[in-house]
């Protein structure tokens, strides 16, 4: 059917169902054609409509044409906007006041959408309010923008909050108090984009109310708050009280990591049922006073941390402090161990003669990791202490097979240097004959290699008889 067909219809059809699909269509035409005077011809005849025809169905479907033909890039001629600008204003009917919003919104010029905006606002339709938001903000209503943010729609109040983020920290400022009243409603789906924009302020109700958000039931508005107290760190030191409290162990770890100047909080706090509080709250609080009594209590405490981190924190510091030795026998199973790894020779000698499996085999695989010349001293230690143990002599046993592999294994590459030279002498060049000659020399002078090895055999024979075989 031609564009002048439906236009016809559209005028003078008594069914309001013809009238309606012409006007879509005109609508649909309109922003696929590329005919300039067609498009103006179809939008004189739906701009008609939205005035004249008596169905509220015809006027809404003419208005919502206008908008498709805009929304493809057709320019709205002013006597078209000015009827749909019209009918925001004067129309009885919602859904054509909804419709000729939307036209406007993508038709309208500045001149329009700022004359309309209060029109707009205070329309009884949710939609056309929501609608509305943009053009606010547009024309610096900011007052009025703010005044939305306490509709009683959730669909406005979330176009004015959207409509809020584009205008500048200072003309939002006077929105702090609405966008609090937001946060703390029912609807997680206002919750959430009010915390997102009160992030950028710093007033301590603020920072408050977001480590309170870090407890919200919605998911997604604790993740907010969490990641908002990231962002924003002072928000935490603002109300460190809340943060400890809060049911998030990532706000609680954040607030045991900020200085205090009340150590005692930070002590219980290494009790927190989350290692990673734990870890946090010992950290700081050795910062603060490594030495005190309080911060002592707290480490022996944590060395018998199930963490793994945690404990290596605590025996950490007790070597520091040079006290490793003396907490050793007070220490679970599984923190000797850990001692075992990372303490002195006199721990490893400890834990070699220990009676738990675990903390046996973890200071005899210290002595290997060591390197046996550092062992040394704490098995003539040993020998001389006269602890005649099962354990002690299968660790002495283990070194002893590893002294004789590596003097077997020195042995072995001096017999094939020996061998190679013999081989090549005769039979190869002088060049590669002598590079031979050098591997044999160099392997019959290592010297240190094998009087170490020897050294280590020594010792621990000594320590089987318990006599020293020097």
Known sequence: MSSARLKRRLKNSRSWENREAAARELGRRSKASRQHEDNFGAMDALAATVQRDTDARVRAAAASAIAVAASGGRVVDASTLKSIATAVENETDSLVRVAAAEAVALAGDDTTLEKLAPVASADPEALVRAQSCDWLRSAGLVEELIGLLDDPDPSVQRSAVSAL???????????????????????????????????????????????EATNDRDRRVEECAVSALKRRPDFVQADLAAARRSANATVRKMAAERPTRA?????????????????????????????STRAQKAVEIACNDFK?????????????????????????????????????????????????????????QALSDRGLAAALPALDELRRAGH??????????????????????????????????????????????????????????????WAHWKDVLRVVEGSFTGKNSD
């Open 308 to 364: 793994p981190d945690v404990r290596l924190a605590a025996l950490t510091t007790l070597l520091k402090l040079g006290e490793l030795v003396a907490k050793f026998p007070n220490l679970d199973s599984a923190a000797r161990s850990d001692a075992a790894r990372i303490g002195p020779l006199e721990v490893v000698a400890l834990a070699v003669l220990d009676h738990d499996d675990n903390v046996h085999q973890a200071g005899r």
């Open 388 to 449: 005649i143990d099962w354990r002690r002599d299968a660790a002495l046993d283990s070194l002893r097979s590893q002294a004789a592999a590596m003097i077997e294994k020195h042995r072995s590459s001096v017999r094939k240097a020996e061998a190679y030279y013999e081989e090549v002498l005769y039979n190869s060049s002088a060049a590669v004959a002598d590079h031979a000659r050098d591997e044999r020399e160099e392997a019959q002078s290592d010297v240190s290699t």
């Open 165 to 211: 983020r584009d205008m500048g920290d200072a003309e939002k400022n006077t929105a702090v108090p609405a966008l609090t009243r937001m946060a703390k409603c029912d609807d997680a789906s206002l919750r959430l984009p009010a915390l997102q924009e009160l992030e950028r302020f710093s007033p301590p109700e603020v920072a408050a109310l977001i480590v």
């Open 263 to 291: 150590p005692k909080t930070l002590e219980r706090m290494c009790k927190d049922i989350d290692p990673d509080v734990r870890l946090a709250a010992l950290t700081t609080l050795l910062q603060l006073e490594e030495r």
